[in-house]
């Protein structure tokens, strides 16, 4: 297992690199051009800049998320070949720099989602936050509205260019069925899946969070036999899934240790992180513990560890706590905790193997 870290780039997080370089077995960064809009090429030079800054403190950049697909491809417009172009570019030039997996997610409109960014808990930690009733009664420009307007930072999956074009969007996949999406899914794979392997790019779907349908749009990367089909759409290992435990824990149907199990070797990259969901659907991001959540993080890592995994790793989001400031779920001590656990247990598997 090899950990990363996830970083916004200079200037637009609160983190510093020299402070992730002092996190127990961290060897690089996540990162992305965040700047660039969906669709477009990325710039070798501002590729090659991240890379140096990375390299002062010796950490690695081959692991990128995301490199988002244009609406255009996910709605199946004729406008999407030219997108498609730009991604296979934009592939190539990552793997010339050194990348070795792609994230990326396939989520109409909206990325992750959720109610509220900074719900205080018990123990006074604020974390991420999910209502369901809320979401189901809720108009999607309110959310926007109230989540923009909480954060001092640009979200990934909430840059002002997608909710600039939210009505025209919603207006567009009222015609875009699930069954649509998947093959929309599959013209895409289809297209870059040979350009990922000739250039020994691994690409990493995200599962949809929270992985059901939200305000009728369609979803597709919601459970195991979603992502079955999704794998099974090019059958190459260069097809893989960034399998994260946190946004498919928000469905207590979904068994994601069994999801390791099955898909092991088509797992480039493994966000790990707990959620805690309540009876009537909520759900709150807690620390990493198993014991603070539903999901049994510590079964994840067994099946990791017992499938021999040599993939990429990164805590994923953590509660606010200490006072920090930070992006919603990015904080440096949450999230530095959480490795520390996925490292004792991963330690642990490492020295009971092989004593026995
Ligand atoms: C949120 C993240 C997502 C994720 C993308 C991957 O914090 O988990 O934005 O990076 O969905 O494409």
Not at 201 to 207: A, E, S
Not at 270 to 289: C, L, M, P, Q, W
């Amino acid at each position: 297992m090899k950990m990363t870290f996830r970083w916004y780039g200079e200037g637009n997080d609160s983190i510093s690199l020299g402070q992730i370089k002092q996190i127990p077995g961290v060897e690089g960064i996540v990162w992305a051009l965040h700047d660039v809009p969906a669709g477009e090429e990325w710039p070798s030079d501002k590729i090659e800049a991240v890379k140096k800054q990375a390299e002062q403190y010796g950490l690695n950049i081959d692991v990128v998320e995301s490199v988002n697909v244009h609406e255009d491809i996910k709605l199946g417009l004729p406008t999407r070949d030219h997108y498609i172009e730009n991604y296979k570019r934009t592939i190539k030039k990552l793997a010339a720099a050194g990348v070795k997996v792609i994230c990326y997610n396939f989520m109409p409109v909206f990325d992750w989602t959720r109610t509220d960014l900074f719900k205080e808990m018990e123990d006074g930690s604020t974390a991420l936050f999910f209502e369901k009733a809320k979401v189901e009664d809720m108009d999607p420009f309110e959310l926007v509205d109230k989540i923009s307007s909480n954060s001092a930072y640009t979200m990934p999956g909430w840059e002002p260019e997608r909710l600039s074009k939210l009505k025209e969007l919603f207006e567009a996949y009222k015609n875009v069925s699930e069954e649509e999406l998947f093959q929309n899914l599959e013209y895409f794979l289809k297209e870059i899946i040979p350009v990922a392997e000739e250039n020994n790019i691994k690409m990493g779907i995200h599962p949809d969070d929270p992985p059901f349908s939200i305000f009728g749009l369609p979803r597709i990367m919601t459970n195991q036999q979603n992502i079955r089909r999704v794998l099974s759409l090019v059958d190459s290992p260069s097809n893989g899934v960034t399998l994260c435990s946190g946004s498919l824990g928000a469905n207590p149907d979904n068994n994601v240790a069994e999801m390791v199990r099955e898909f092991a070797d088509r797992i480039p990259f493994a966000h790990i992180r707990n959620v805690k969901v309540y009876e009537n659907g909520d759900f709150i991001e807690t620390s990493h513990r198993s014991s603070d959540g539903t999901v049994d993080i510590l079964e994840i890592m067994k099946a990791y560890h017992d499938s021999g995994f040599t993939g990429y790793a990164r805590p994923d989001h953590g509660r606010h706590i200490w006072g920090e400031e930070c992006r919603p779920g990015y904080g440096l001590y949450d999230r530095g905790l959480g490795i520390m656990y996925l490292w004792g247990i991963w330690d642990s598997l490492e020295r009971i193997g092989r004593v026995s």
